[in-house]
């Protein structure tokens, strides 16, 4: 349930500042009805239809990350942009502050997933480590590269895009992959980042190249790394033992798991929106919400 309500909650960032309060609480009860619970099952049920096709998820990339970022694109581009745009951390120490407290809660987000105080959960603690380790240096050093600053919020979105990337491989990758993964998805998320920026959608927080992408990334990565050394339950080997089947379904589950996320989030919104405005007036929005909206302030 934690898995549940955390993902609806991602999406929060790719349009904060911009919906009422009430029609969000009636998303969440939609997406987690429409897409959270038909995903889950699907990749996690013995009876799962992506379980029986082979699909290698053991913490929620594919559940939680893709889903989340995805339907964050879908909802940044149907709300449009804000008002005011411009949005700075309130205190980089604060940013510092939550990234430690996700990278602990991550260990028991993907070594919970191992079901027990195994050996398995063991993997899964060691590599979640390394591959955000290894984001979290690789984003700060590609961003050195590119001519930018080495920056503390660029380590930090770093590492949370190398704990999204490692979530689905955790407990069936080794921690040489791991560190891999962590290094491929910081790159990728970092040039979707980038490309954002470019566009006019108004993705607040970078949830779909960080989550969305990342969540992508892991899965494909999965889909090359996976080993029955490491986890009994791989039957096909990953793309890099020579075996292509598991990276194949991977790619073409991935491709259908995008596009129905995105199409029935574009769904839920306009329900959410015919029901209740979704996007709340231009005085409100100037207002801000934590006022407007919870009648409430800093």
């Not at 029609?23 to 889950?40: K, M």
């Given at each position: 349930?934690?898995?549940?309500?955390?993902?609806?909650?991602?999406?929060?960032?790719?349009?904060?500042?911009?919906?009422?309060?009430?029609?969000?609480?009636?998303?969440?009860?939609?997406?987690?009805?429409?897409?959270?619970?038909?995903?889950?099952?699907?990749?996690?049920?013995?009876?799962?239809?992506?379980?029986?096709?082979?699909?290698?998820?053991?913490?929620?990339?594919?559940?939680?990350?893709?889903?989340?970022?995805?339907?964050?694109?879908?909802?940044?581009?149907?709300?449009?942009?804000?008002?005011?745009?411009?949005?700075?951390?309130?205190?980089?120490?604060?940013?510092?502050?939550?990234?430690?407290?996700?990278?602990?809660?991550?260990?028991?987000?993907?070594?919970?997933?191992?079901?027990?105080?195994?050996?398995?959960?063991?993997?899964?603690?060691?590599?979640?480590?390394?591959?955000?380790?290894?984001?979290?240096?690789?984003?700060?050093?590609?961003?050195?590269?590119?001519?930018?600053?080495?920056?503390?919020?660029?380590?930090?979105?770093?590492?949370?895009?190398?704990?999204?990337?490692?979530?689905?491989?955790?407990?069936?990758?080794?921690?040489?992959?791991?560190?891999?993964?962590?290094?491929?998805?910081?790159?990728?998320?970092?040039?979707?980042?980038?490309?954002?920026?470019?566009?006019?959608?108004?993705?607040?927080?970078?949830?779909?190249?960080?989550?969305?992408?990342?969540?992508?990334?892991?899965?494909?990565?999965?889909?090359?790394?996976?080993?029955?050394?490491?986890?009994?339950?791989?039957?096909?080997?990953?793309?890099?033992?020579?075996?292509?089947?598991?990276?194949?379904?991977?790619?073409?589950?991935?491709?259908?798991?995008?596009?129905?996320?995105?199409?029935?989030?574009?769904?839920?919104?306009?329900?959410?929106?015919?029901?209740?405005?979704?996007?709340?007036?231009?005085?409100?929005?100037?207002?801000?919400?934590?006022?407007?909206?919870?009648?409430e302030s800093l």
């Amino acid at each position: 349930m934690k898995f549940a309500i955390i993902t609806p909650a991602l999406v929060t960032g790719a349009f904060s500042e911009r919906v009422r309060f009430t029609s969000y609480i009636l998303f969440i009860c939609l997406f987690f009805v429409l897409i959270y619970a038909p995903l889950a099952h699907m990749t996690w049920h013995p009876d799962g239809f992506l379980l029986k096709l082979g699909v290698l998820d053991f913490a929620g990339g594919t559940v939680v990350h893709m889903s989340a970022g995805v339907a964050a694109l879908a909802s940044a581009i149907y709300l449009r942009k804000r008002t005011d745009q411009e949005m700075k951390p309130a205190r980089i120490t604060y940013v510092l502050l939550g990234t430690g407290l996700l990278w602990f809660g991550w260990f028991g987000f993907n070594g919970g997933s191992a079901m027990g105080a195994n050996n398995l959960a063991a993997i899964a603690l060691g590599t979640t480590a390394v591959a955000s380790g290894a984001a979290a240096f690789s984003w700060i050093i590609f961003d050195a590269l590119r001519g930018k600053k080495p920056s503390a919020m660029g380590t930090s979105i770093g590492a949370v895009v190398g704990l999204v990337a490692i979530t689905p491989a955790a407990g069936f990758v080794s921690l040489a992959h791991a560190l891999v993964i962590g290094v491929v998805a910081a790159i990728v998320s970092n040039l979707m980042v980038e490309w954002r920026t470019r566009t006019s959608i108004d993705d607040t927080l970078d949830v779909f190249p960080c989550h969305g992408v990342g969540g992508l990334v892991g899965m494909i990565l999965t889909g090359v790394f996976a080993s029955p050394g490491i986890n009994s339950a791989v039957v096909d080997k990953g793309l890099f033992f020579g075996e292509t089947k598991l990276f194949t379904t991977h790619i073409l589950v991935a491709i259908c798991v995008l596009v129905a996320v995105f199409i029935m989030t574009m769904i839920i919104l306009k329900i959410t929106d015919l029901i209740t405005p979704l996007r709340v007036s231009e005085e409100e929005e100037a207002e801000g919400l934590d006022i407007s909206q919870l009648g409430e302030s800093l």
